[in-house]
């Protein structure tokens, strides 16, 4: 189906493993998992999102469940995040909500490279800080999963959009503009204009581009609180040691954003190079029925950060593989693999029955260093031979299958790095 994947195994490995990767920094800025529906009641992204974003307009999945509600698969998270937060009571005035969250999204867009129609997003929300710090600290997080994620040379955008006092005016100016321009616009931008002229900066068409150039920048049209708000998050991010540019371009996909908002772009990606963004959304958790507190957060997109990260490690092999030679073996194959896997070893049981050569050349394909052996001799001696498959040998150490797990791993390992203890 096109912009739907299967992910198979490897990708489904470094998918994993770049998840785990972030979750460990995600779990070091003391964040915790929210988990939030796949389907939400459609009003809840025309009311967060904005009618006029693209969004909203064309790419939602929409369709009406049997008892008439309107049901919509989830485009993005943050919408699903603050209603779940307010409904479970989870954020409030004196209460911060730092929650992460991870999984499948949906947008019906034109699928192309790095452009799916379900993709994966993992993404954090602060609910209830509204100073530039919390800014300043979600996108040092950002940074560092991405970093995490073994990316390099990404690039960091920052802008700030202003708010309900500023940004009006500014749409005003950038109206007019776009006005006094309007037959140079695409067609695109000249529906933009009328609906929601700030998307008129990030439309992708050259022209348009070449145009908006001279076009009103926000940053000579922010209000003091909105400038002094951007003025500490660049300062905070210099501190850091963190890099930006600002561009007064960057406006962002939906409606809710205030005051801060930033991308990475990332190389190797294409056209669709954003691999992550965000911004501050102050006012969402009131319009959704909340408190009246600030919100910030940011959302990273897992097939392009896998397209962009490259290799991130070593696909999964397993280190050690049990093969019964005898169907009689089967029992006691079975009872050393769950011990050597309770003691943490990724271990691979194979079928029995198999000739001896036929074993070896699964272990081989297998990648395992170590086959343990079990045939009707080493049942008689209560035993398994531990091939060493890298050296073509047998070790003579004492396996039994009902001994301690831990104590067994931990002497095959040990012959992996030379130090072989003999029974
Ligand atoms: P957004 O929610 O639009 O701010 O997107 C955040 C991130 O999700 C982007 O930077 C992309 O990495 C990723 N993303 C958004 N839309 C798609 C898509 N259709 N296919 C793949 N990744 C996407």
């Given at each position: 189906?096109?912009?739907?994947?299967?992910?198979?195994?490897?990708?489904?490995?470094?998918?994993?493993?770049?998840?785990?990767?972030?979750?460990?920094?995600?779990?070091?800025?003391?964040?915790?998992?929210?988990?939030?529906?796949?389907?939400?009641?459609?009003?809840?992204?025309?009311?967060?999102?904005?009618?006029?974003?693209?969004?909203?307009?064309?790419?939602?999945?929409?369709?009406?469940?049997?008892?008439?509600?309107?049901?919509?698969?989830?485009?993005?998270?943050?919408?699903?995040?603050?209603?779940?937060?307010?409904?479970?009571?989870?954020?409030?005035?004196?209460?911060?909500?730092?929650?992460?969250?991870?999984?499948?999204?949906?947008?019906?867009?034109?699928?192309?490279?790095?452009?799916?129609?379900?993709?994966?997003?993992?993404?954090?929300?602060?609910?209830?800080?509204?100073?530039?710090?919390?800014?300043?600290?979600?996108?040092?997080?950002?940074?560092?999963?991405?970093?995490?994620?073994?990316?390099?040379?990404?690039?960091?955008?920052?802008?700030?959009?202003?708010?309900?006092?500023?940004?009006?005016?500014?749409?005003?100016?950038?109206?007019?503009?776009?006005?006094?321009?309007?037959?140079?616009?695409?067609?695109?931008?000249?529906?933009?204009?009328?609906?929601?002229?700030?998307?008129?900066?990030?439309?992708?068409?050259?022209?348009?581009?070449?145009?908006?150039?001279?076009?009103?920048?926000?940053?000579?049209?922010?209000?003091?609180?909105?400038?002094?708000?951007?003025?500490?998050?660049?300062?905070?991010?210099?501190?850091?040691?963190?890099?930006?540019?600002?561009?007064?371009?960057?406006?962002?996909?939906?409606?809710?954003?205030?005051?801060?908002?930033?991308?990475?772009?990332?190389?190797?990606?294409?056209?669709?190079?954003?691999?992550?963004?965000?911004?501050?959304?102050?006012?969402?958790?009131?319009?959704?029925?909340?408190?009246?507190?600030?919100?910030?957060?940011?959302?990273?997109?897992?097939?392009?950060?896998?397209?962009?990260?490259?290799?991130?490690?070593?696909?999964a092999t397993p280190e050690m593989c049990v093969i019964p030679l005898t169907e009689a073996a089967a029992a006691s194959a079975l009872q050393l693999a769950r011990a050597l896997r309770g003691a943490g070893a990724r271990c691979e049981l194979e079928t029995a029955g198999r000739s001896v050569k036929s074993a070896m050349r699964r272990a081989d394909k297998l990648g395992v260093r170590f086959a343990?052996?079990?045939?009707?001799?080493?049942?008689?001696?209560?035993?398994?031979?531990?091939?060493?498959?890298?050296?073509?040998?047998?070790?003579?150490?004492?396996?039994?299958?009902?001994?301690?797990?831990?104590?067994?791993?931990?002497?095959?390992?040990?012959?992996?790095?030379?130090?072989?203890?003999?029974?």
């Amino acid at each position: 189906m096109r912009g739907f994947h299967d992910v198979l195994p490897p990708q489904s490995e470094r998918f994993h493993r770049i998840e785990r990767n972030l979750c460990t920094v995600l779990d070091s800025y003391n964040y915790v998992e929210i988990r939030t529906p796949i389907a939400e009641r459609a009003e809840l992204f025309a009311r967060s999102l904005g009618e006029a974003t693209d969004i909203v307009e064309k790419e939602m999945y929409t369709f009406e469940d049997r008892d008439g509600t309107m049901l919509t698969l989830r485009p993005e998270c943050t919408a699903s995040v603050v209603r779940a937060a307010i409904e479970g009571g989870l954020a409030g005035r004196d209460r911060v909500a730092k929650l992460y969250y991870l999984g499948p999204m949906f947008r019906r867009e034109r699928p192309q490279k790095g452009r799916l129609r379900q993709f994966h997003q993992i993404g954090v929300e602060v609910l209830g800080r509204e100073d530039a710090l919390a800014d300043a600290e979600v996108v040092a997080l950002l940074m560092d999963c991405l970093a995490a994620a073994g990316l390099r040379d990404v690039k960091l955008l920052l802008n700030s959009l202003g708010d309900a006092t500023c940004r009006p005016g500014y749409r005003t100016a950038l109206e007019a503009f776009g006005r006094a321009h309007e037959a140079e616009l695409c067609e695109t931008c000249k529906l933009r204009l009328e609906r929601n002229p700030l998307r008129l900066l990030d439309c992708k068409e050259e022209s348009c581009r070449a145009l908006m150039v001279d076009a009103p920048r926000l940053r000579e049209h922010l209000c003091d609180e909105c400038r002094t708000h951007f003025n500490d998050v660049e300062r905070l991010l210099t501190a850091a040691g963190i890099e930006f540019t600002v561009d007064p371009t960057l406006v962002r996909g939906l409606d809710y954003y205030v005051r801060t908002a930033f991308e990475v772009i990332a190389p190797g990606l294409g056209a669709q190079n954003a691999v992550g963004g965000g911004g501050r959304y102050d006012g969402l958790v009131a319009a959704l029925g909340g408190a009246p507190i600030g919100g910030v957060g940011f959302a990273i997109g897992l097939e392009r950060l896998l397209m962009s990260a490259g290799s991130t490690g070593e696909d999964a092999t397993p280190e050690m593989c049990v093969i019964p030679l005898t169907e009689a073996a089967a029992a006691s194959a079975l009872q050393l693999a769950r011990a050597l896997r309770g003691a943490g070893a990724r271990c691979e049981l194979e079928t029995a029955g198999r000739s001896v050569k036929s074993a070896m050349r699964r272990a081989d394909k297998l990648g395992v260093r170590f086959a343990l052996l079990i045939g009707d001799a080493e049942i008689e001696a209560g035993r398994a031979t531990v091939r060493d498959m890298q050296r073509q040998a047998d070790h003579p150490l004492a396996i039994g299958f009902d001994v301690d797990g831990l104590t067994t791993a931990a002497a095959i390992r040990a012959l992996g790095e030379g130090e072989a203890r003999g029974c």
